[in-house]
T-cell receptor
Framework: DTGVSQNPRHKITKRGQNVTFRCDPI?????LYWYRQTLGQGPEFLTY????????KSRLLSDRFSAERPKGSFSTLEIQRTEQGDSAMYLC?????????????FGSGTRLTVV | AQSVTQPDIHITVSEGASLELRCNYS??????LFWYVQSPGQGLQLLLK??????LVQGIKGFEAEFKRSQSSFNLRKPSVHWSDAAEYFC????????????FGAGTILRVKS
């Protein structure tokens, strides 16, 4: 197991284009989280899945954002009609859910730049 | 509302000196508390975590943190800082009642001078 993997590491896109990011969690982890981190800030929660079910979405996740985890394994985060304000680091994390003593494992993130 | 405050945006310490990074939280449930470290352009690495029990927790890289419920604090300490500790540090709080999603502080950037 090599940890949480995110692809791509960097994405530069023109405003108005659609982008999709992928996250591969640690294989036995049933929970998967997406966070967004802008410059000078801590990560902010976007959404999370338990297995394939999306259990919560933040108000930060506008209608242009959609996330899926179709088979309870990898997840994708899509941003439609990107705006310059979407420029940020998008972080994925996974965990064993309700188990006490478990913290997240974060991936290295996907840095999105909208020009 | 849940919130985490890291009062110090930047801290500079000399190599070999002791370090304390402050974290205060406001949370409506029994919290889980974490400290993460982030190097530029990288993801977050877990340093240590508190769920219950002994309020002094040991982490990796020689870090420790103490949970003080009466002060709603979870300060991070290290007795002797190394140049490689220069990074940004984030305190975070979560709870089972909130789906274990984390609320992060804004971070403290640590600079180490030789």
């Amino acid at each position: 197991d090599t940890g949480v993997s995110q692809n791509p590491r960097h994405k530069i896109t023109k405003r108005g284009q659609n982008v999709t990011f992928r996250c591969d969690p640690i294989s036995e982890h049933n929970r998967l989280y997406w966070y967004r981190q802008t410059l000078g800030q801590g990560p902010e929660f976007l959404t999370y899945f338990q297995n394939e079910a999306q259990l919560e979405k933040s108000r930060l996740l506008s209608d242009r954002f959609s996330a899926e985890r179709p088979k309870g394994s990898f997840s994708t985060l899509e941003i439609q009609r990107t705006e310059q304000g979407d420029s940020a680091m998008y972080l994925c994390a996974s965990s064993l859910g309700d188990r006490n003593g478990d913290g997240y494992t974060f991936g290295s993130g996907t840095r999105l730049t909208v020009v | 509302a849940q919130s985490v405050t890291q009062p110090d945006i930047h801290i500079t310490v000399s190599e070999g000196a002791s370090l304390e990074l402050r974290c205060n939280y406001s949370y409506g449930a029994t919290p889980y508390l974490f400290w993460y470290v982030q190097s530029p352009g990288q993801g977050l690495q877990l340093l240590l975590k508190y769920f219950s029990g002994d309020t002094l927790v040991q982490g990796i890289k020689g870090f420790e943190a103490e949970f003080k419920r009466s002060q709603s604090s979870f300060n991070l300490r290290k007795p002797s800082v190394h140049w490689s500790d220069a990074a940004e540090y984030f305190c975070a709080v979560g709870a089972r009642e909130y789906g274990n999603k984390l609320v992060f502080g804004a971070g403290t950037i640590l600079r180490v001078k030789s």
